[in-house]
């Protein structure tokens, strides 16, 4: 990183410096109060993290304090002025700190990272910015989410959807989670699946890769008697997939396919659409399975998708994919 020494922001015309860690514990609101400084300090100087700044001659730690108003200011790092008055910025429109010697088209050497994200080594300065301002919009689109579903979703009876949703965005959500243990079995990987799915390991590891690129993520399979269960063998989607292959299914043969889940609804916002492995009349009723990745759709036009797509593309969401077993009666 360049010398964060003489750094004034422009939009705040104050010298102080976020690290990755003051953006990671914003409440929404103070994001987007702070939000044109943090994007001013990302273009001309990037994000450092509090360990890069830790005994740095350039900046100067400002332990908390509480203003004479009774606002509490959280501790944080600013810039070191030199002392040389040709050096140090007068806001005039116009930067001449230290960011402003950054040639953008400097080549970074290789092995540096930021945020566990190693840059290649011919990427130059404008991969850097961009790395950094892809990752804090990821961040702010997963917190606002997670303030979203969870303020919302229970209000609506959307229980499942926030389920799923927490087990992707809480960093231990799927190895320590309620949800599962009552409603299913979590797996390390497909692999780990026992010999029932050993017919459809390659297809759900193909869907796996499309999505995420990587075959080893872990996986909850939810039984029959859950209520996410209960509730799609009442839905009409299941219904109409059902009836459009009902031929087949009195037949004796055993069907896949996929269907979405439509409207606002938490089974929607629980799963989008679904891939059905297997579908298969025992008795009376159809036994079903169903595949869904926990991912947002590349090019889907919803801002809310386009959000979750954000903070998926910056490691924000644990990927995981899901099995959903359940039975429709048939009428």
């Known amino acids: 990183m360049a010398s964060l020494r003489n750094f004034i922001n422009a939009i705040t015309n104050d010298n102080r410096v976020y690290t990755a860690e003051d953006i990671g514990v914003m409440t929404g609101k103070e994001f987007m109060e702070n939000e044109k400084a943090i994007d001013y300090q990302m273009a001309n100087l990037g994000i450092p993290r509090e360990s890069e700044l830790t005994g740095n001659p350039d900046v100067v730690y400002v332990h908390a304090y509480t203003r004479d108003d009774g606002t509490e ?36 050497e290789g092995g540096i990272t930021y945020n566990d994200y190693t840059i290649n080594k011919n990427a130059g300065i404008s991969n850097y910015l961009d790395h950094n301002i892809n990752s804090v919009a990821g961040s702010f ?29 809480n960093p231990t959500g799927i190895y320590n989670n309620d949800y599962i243990r009552k409603n299913g079995a979590l797996y ?3 692999d780990s699946l026992n010999s029932e799915y050993a017919p459809y ?10 999505q995420f690129g990587d075959v080893n993520v872990p996986g909850v399979v939810l039984h029959e008697n859950s209520n996410v269960s209960n509730v799609i ?20 043969k055993e069907v896949s396919g996929s269907f979405r889940f439509n409207g606002f609804t938490n089974l929607h ?4 659409s679904v891939d059905v492995l297997s579908a298969k009349v025992r008795g009376n009723y159809v036994d079903v399975t169903l595949l869904d990745t926990y991912d ?29 077993k359940c039975r429709y009666k048939l009428k």
């Open 188 to 190: 390390n990987d497909v």
């Open 141 to 169: 689109s997963e917190q606002m989410l997670n303030w979203g579903v969870n303020a919302l979703g229970y209000p609506l009876n959307q229980n499942d959807a926030v389920a799923l949703w927490n087990m992707a965005s």
């Open 296 to 324: 947002f759709n590349k090019n889907d036009k919803n801002p809310f998708v386009k959000m979750g797509r954000s903070a998926q593309e910056t490691g924000k969401l644990n990927p995981y994919f899901t099995i959903v």
């Open 269 to 272: 916002n629980a799963f989008g």
């Open 73 to 108: 200011v959280r501790a944080h790092y600013r810039s070191k002025p030199d002392g040389v008055g040709g050096n140090n910025y007068e806001h005039s429109g116009t930067n001449t700190g230290a960011a402003a010697d950054i040639d953008p088209t400097l080549k970074l």
């Open 201 to 210: 390991k390659t297809k759900i590891k193909d869907k796996i890769k499309s």
């Open 233 to 252: 063998a009442h839905s009409e989607e299941l219904e109409s997939f059902i009836r459009n292959n009902y031929a087949d299914l009195k037949s004796g």
